[in-house]
Nanobody
Framework: QVQLVESGGGLVQPGGSLRLSCAASGFTFTSYAMSWYRQAPGKGRELVAAITSSGGTTKYASSVKGRFTISRYNAKNTMYLQMNNLEPEDTAVYYC???????????WGQGTQVTVSS
C-alpha cells in the first residue's frame, strides 16, 4: 500500500534552514508529480511546493518562493524540500503527497513538525 514518510523537521531560529525528506513507496514514484503541503495550528492544509515526475517543472506558494526549493531523487523514491531563511509563519506540520495541484492519495503520512522560533 501507499506509504509516505516525512522527516527532517525540527526547531530552528528565524533565518535558519532545514531540509525535509519524503520517502515514498507502494506506487510508481517515477510516474507521479509530488508535492509538499503544510498545516499550521488552527489552519487548513496548504500546498507549499510541487514538482513534476521528471523534476523539470516546479511551482511554489507565493509565501515561500525564493526561500524554499523542491527536488526529487527518483532512484531513491525520495523528494526533498530545502527551506532557507525560515520565518515564524513557516511553523507547521509538513506533509508530502503525490500530485501537482491536488493530492492524489487520501492517505497522509504522520508529517514532520517544523517550528521556527527564537
Amino acid at each position: 500500500q501507499v506509504q509516505l514518510v516525512e522527516s527532517g523537521g525540527g526547531l530552528v531560529q528565524p533565518g535558519g534552514s532545514l531540509r525535509l525528506s519524503c520517502a515514498a513507496s507502494g506506487f510508481t514514484f517515477t510516474s507521479y508529480a509530488m508535492s509538499w503541503y503544510r498545516q499550521a495550528p488552527g489552519k487548513g492544509r496548504e500546498l507549499v511546493a510541487a514538482i513534476t515526475s521528471s523534476g523539470g517543472t516546479t511551482k511554489y506558494a507565493s509565501s515561500v518562493k525564493g526561500r524554499f526549493t523542491i527536488s526529487r531523487y527518483n532512484a531513491k523514491n525520495t523528494m526533498y524540500l530545502q527551506m532557507n531563511n525560515l520565518e515564524p509563519e513557516d511553523t507547521a506540520v509538513y506533509y508530502c503527497n503525490a500530485g501537482f495541484s491536488v493530492p492524489i492519495y487520501a492517505y497522509w503520512g504522520q508529517g514532520t513538525q517544523v517550528t521556527v522560533s527564537s
